[in-house]
Structure formats: C-alpha cells, structure tokens
C-alpha cells in the first residue's frame, strides 16, 4: 500500500487528500491547528468566494503572477469542473456581482464541513494538532511531527503562505522546500492596504470613497483602478488599494494620487465651476465646493490650492480654479509602502515555479515530492481566483498520485 503524507489541512491539502485516495493507496493529511480550513473559514468575510465563473481568457487575466504556470491544471480543473463538484456535494451556490462564487447559505463553514464529510468518507487518516517540525528523504520521506515521525513514499507540500499567520500559515512549507534545494522567490505582501505619509489628513480616516480612480506610478510602468476605496488613519484599502498592491508589490513607487472626478475631464469641471460661480457670485468657495465634492475633502483641497476656504466665488481667479481642479483631478497621497504581510490576503512570491512541473506539482528536483496552494509562487487579485488556484492544483498533484498508484 503507497503511503502518501500531506502537510497542511487548507484548502490545496484537504482537496488533494480527497481526491487522491485509491482503495491502494493510504492517505495521512497532517494539520498542526485543531481543526481543518482554518484560513478558509474567514474567506470572503466568513461567506467564502470559492471561485469565480469568468470564462477562461478573463480568468487567468486576474492571475497576477505565474499566469501560465496555471494553463495545464486550470484546463484540467477549471472554476466550472470546482462548482460542479460542490453541487455534486450538495452545496448549492449562487453567483453575485463581479461574477463571484459563494456557497447559497453564505457560510464559509458549509464548505468546511463538506471536506470534513469527504475526509471521513474516504478514509483519510487525519492528524491534527501535530506541527510537522523536520523532514528529510533518504529511500522515503521522514516526516517529524511535534507527536509522531512517518514515513512516506511520496510527500505534499500544502502548508500555505505567510499572510494571517494565525490561521496556521506562518512559511514553514519555505524552510521544508529550502531543505529539498528548491529556490524560493522572496515573499512580500499582495491585496494589502496601501501606507500613506501625509500627516495632515486625519479628517478623511472612516472616509469612503465610490466611483473614483486610484493611479500609482512606478519605475515598472503606470497603473489604474477604477472604483471604492476607504481612508483609515494612515493607510488605504478598499477593493481598488488591494488590486493595485498586488500590480505593484515589486515596484519602485514614483507617485500616486486619487482622480476624484474620473467621469469628468478637465474642461468639464471647470465649464461645471464657472456655471455655478456665475449662479452663486457672493457663496464662500467653500460652499460651493459642497456640489463637488465631499465635505472632509473640501479644505485640504483648498489648502493644497492654495486658496482661502472663506473666498467669494466672484474673487476666484482662473488661475486659482485651474490649481483648484488639478488638485480634484490630481489628489496626491506620499506613497509609503504595503502593510507588512501578516495583513495581507495573499502572499506574493513562494516556490519557484520554474522547478514544478506545472501538470503535476511536482518536483522537479526531487521525485515524489509536490507542492500544491499558496505556499507556490501564483497569486491572483480578489475574487474567488486563488481559491480556485489551490482547488485546481490540488486536483492536479491528486490526478498524478492517483495515476501512479493504478
Ligand atoms: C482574510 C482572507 C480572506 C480571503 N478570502 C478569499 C476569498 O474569499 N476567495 C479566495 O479565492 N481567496 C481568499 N483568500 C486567499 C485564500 O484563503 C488562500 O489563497 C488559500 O486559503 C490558500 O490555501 P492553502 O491550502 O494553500 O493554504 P492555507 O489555507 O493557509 O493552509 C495551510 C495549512 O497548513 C498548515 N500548516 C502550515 N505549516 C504546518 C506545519 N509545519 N505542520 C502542520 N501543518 C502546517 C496550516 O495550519 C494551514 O492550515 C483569503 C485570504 C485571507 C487571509
């Protein structure tokens, strides 16, 4: 009987057991948290976004970093092949906005208890509470655990990144892989909040912004979002921040700033001002303002145009309007880096993709070695994809055990 070990009981290692059991083959799926899915179960807010149901082609453009690596075992188990499988399970999901994928009951728990019933059913001896402290492979991979030592004829490697360490994931499957001569691509953090230095901003902190463009400038070109973020005291986040920290986490940041008006061109705003100043000759500019934009951003605008807040309509100048507008068009933020990882959502960087065989996982340094999830270096932007990135990996390293075992 193949004894197969699997360290780490996430999304990629649970789907991998599952799938990669045969009536020859035993299964030991070894988590050192008490409970598996730890991680999993705070996806998506607690309502998990398991994937999406974009078609192909504008699937693999939200993978950010490996995009081809993912071709071979997103063909072989795609987004559609993922929901299949859950509704074959019997957990019914709906499709919401953006084309996200959740479970209908929104739990992220109806998941976790889907794999639980699958681990049980298929016989997979699961050991939890056990930290997998050593390994090493002479004939067979040795597998030290914080309670037991195995032996295994092939070994996964499914311990995640290092984002939210106390789900479990704090890079162990780096130092493992290191051990094994692999070369790890150096981490940073991907979908995080974005630092800002200005002091000078506090009023904005709790402020959401819809509708506007994010734009960052970096010595590896421009980028540009387009919709909601938030202000906190001394960082931004919101769907539009996490996308552009993931475009960005290797970059040299130049500048950034925030098109408060992107629907508006130059021209248009200013056509809108002399309109309004025309109506309201003797209104503090102020005032006015209040049609345009937000109120906690009405002075600092000002003050960044260098006008006072208490001036009549009548006193403005064209050249104070035209400072006034680039500062709408052109609200700078000082860039001072991405929150450290432990925040992030999804760790950028990991196992060099270069010595895995993108069909299988496995090694190809070392036979009967595989890496599945995170712990890889593939991240994806928010949106179900690098759920599905660890399921499709996942089922790809189980096809290939499971071939080998017949
Ligand atoms: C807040 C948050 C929300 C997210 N929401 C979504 C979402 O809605 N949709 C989406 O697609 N993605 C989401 N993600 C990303 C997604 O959760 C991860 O990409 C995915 O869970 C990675 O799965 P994994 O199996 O590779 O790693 P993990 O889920 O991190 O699992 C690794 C497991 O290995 C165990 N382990 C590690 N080292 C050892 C060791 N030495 N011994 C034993 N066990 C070990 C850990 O305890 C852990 O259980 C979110 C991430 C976060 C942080």
């Known amino acids: 009987m193949e004894k197969i070990g699997i360290i780490g009981a996430g999304a990629s290692g649970v789907f991998t057991a599952i799938n990669a059991k045969t009536e020859n083959n035993e299964i030991t799926l070894i988590e050192k948290n008490d409970k598996i899915g730890k991680k999993l179960f705070i996806t998506g807010k607690g309502r998990c976004n398991i994937t999406n149901a974009k078609f192909f082609d504008e699937f693999l453009e939200n993978i950010v970093v490996n995009k081809k690596f993912m071709y071979s075992s997103f063909t072989n188990f795609d987004n559609y092949a993922l929901m299949d499988y859950m509704e074959k399970n019997n957990l019914k999901l709906s499709i919401q906005r953006g084309d996200r994928v959740f479970p209908k009951s929104e739990k992220s728990n109806d998941v976790i208890k889907l794999f639980e019933k699958q681990i049980r059913k298929k016989n997979i001896n699961l050991r939890l509470n056990e930290n997998v402290i050593d390994l090493y492979k002479d ?25 939210y360490p106390l ?18 691509i150096h981490q940073v953090p991907g979908l995080c909040p974005i630092i800002f230095k200005d002091k000078n901003l506090n009023v ?3 402020i959401s912004l819809k509708n506007v463009s994010l734009n960052i400038e970096t010595n590896r070109g421009d980028f540009k979002e387009f919709g909601d973020m938030l202000f906190a005291k001394d960082f931004i986040t919101g769907p539009i921040v996490l996308t552009l920290s993931s475009l960005i986490n290797r970059s040299r940041v130049i500048r950034m700033y925030i098109d408060l008006k992107p629907a508006l061109d130059f021209e248009k705003i200013d056509n809108r001002l002399l309109r309004e100043f025309d109506k309201n000759p003797n209104k503090d500019i102020s005032n006015i303002l209040k049609k345009l934009l937000l109120n906690a951003f009405i002075d600092i605008i000002l003050e960044r145009s260098e006008i006072n807040n208490r001036i009549k309509a009548n006193q403005i100048t064209k050249e104070e309007r035209h400072r006034l507008i680039k500062e709408i068009k052109f609200f700078h933020l000082s860039f001072d880096g991405l929150k ?3 925040s992030a959502i999804i760790t ?18 070392v036979p009967n070695l595989y890496f599945v999830g995170e712990v890889i270096d593939v991240d994806c932007l ?3 994809y690098n759920l599905q990135v660890a399921f499709s990996q996942g089922y790809a390293c189980a096809n290939d055990i499971r071939r080998k075992n017949e």
């Open 348 to 365: 950028s960087g990991g196992i060099d993709c270069n010595e895995i065989n993108p069909k299988t996982m496995e090694s190809k340094l």
């Open 204 to 206: 904005l902190n709790g």
């Open 167 to 184: 789900t479990g994931s704090t890079g162990d499957g780096y130092k493992f892989a290191k051990k094994f001569s692999h070369k790890i």
């Open 382 to 384: 928010t949106g179900g």
């Open 340 to 342: 450290d990882i432990n």
């Open 139 to 163: 004939d067979k991979f040795k597998v030290k655990t914080s309670q037991s030592a195995y032996e295994f004829d092939k070994l996964v490697i499914a311990t995640g990144g290092l984002s």
